[in-house]
């Protein structure tokens, strides 16, 4: 079970820190998925077990970091330098064993995902 956390309204240039909680089964890769009105879902972040390896999407990259605390079973997004078309719901997901580095960025490739958090930037 993923439960996230974090979501809502702020202006454009601001800043906000999701937080998706884990439980009851083993996280390899944790990741951050959004989805805007009338849009499909995307990929967004990224992150493997040890934490040593990140992955982004382009329009986010040097804005959003993604961390974990694999203690607290965690995923953080801190999102800085927020656009109005940043404005979407997001999900946090959880991958339970290794993939293809090319499947990282797609949805299907997840077991598990969250309930989801809007975030709303306004111009």
């Known amino acids: 079970q993923l439960q996230a956390s974090g979501g809502g309204l702020v202006q454009d240039g601001g800043s906000l820190r999701l937080s998706c909680a884990a439980s009851g089964h083993t996280q390899y890769l944790m990741g951050w998925f959004r989805q805007a009105p009338g849009k499909e879902r995307e990929f967004v972040a990224a992150?493997?077990?040890?934490?040593?390896?990140?992955y982004y999407e382009d329009s986010v990259k040097g804005r959003f970091t993604i961390s974990r605390d694999n203690a607290k079973n965690t995923v953080f997004l801190q999102m800085n330098s927020l656009k109005p078309e940043d404005t979407a719901v997001y999900y946090c997901?959880?991958?339970?064993?290794?993939?293809?580095?090319?499947?990282?960025?797609?949805?299907?490739?997840?077991?598990?995902w969250g309930q989801g958090t809007l975030v709303t930037v306004s111009s």
């Open positions: 992150i493997t077990r040890s934490g040593g390896t990140t």
């Open positions: 997901a959880s991958k339970t064993n290794r993939l293809a580095i090319t499947a990282i960025y797609f949805a299907p490739a997840y077991d598990y």
